[in-house]
């Protein structure tokens, strides 16, 4: 079973021994305000667990950073879509 077809569990880090960016700089993935995401999101592109890791970083309301692929602002807009469907699916 591919990992991103498991549920999703927020507390499991498993997914993290199979990160594309093991060994990679980490400043990569926190860029100064302004600075360039690009070789950051080249890295996480070729990520077999990049949907754990995006998940992970909702999940954790991780406010700063490239995770899954996503800057902040990509990550906040993935929330708010998600919380309009959770009150659609609710009204
Ligand atoms: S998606 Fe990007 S930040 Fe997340 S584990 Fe993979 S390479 Fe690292």
């Known amino acids: ?16 021994d199979y ?26 592109r070729g990520c077999v667990v990049r949907d754990e890791c995006l998940e992970f970083a909702l999940a954790n309301g991780e406010k700063f950073g490239i995770w899954g ?3 902040e602002r990509e990550r906040r807009r993935i929330r708010r879509q998600r919380a309009v469907q959770r009150r659609s699916r609710t009204a």
């Open 1 to 16: 079973m591919a990992m991103s077809e498991r549920p999703f569990d927020p507390l499991d880090r498993s997914w993290q």
């Open 19 to 44: 990160a594309n960016c093991l060994g990679v700089d980490p400043d990569l993935f926190f860029p100064e305000r302004g600075a360039s995401t690009r070789e950051a999101k080249e890295v996480c």
């Open 69 to 71: 692929g996503m800057s």
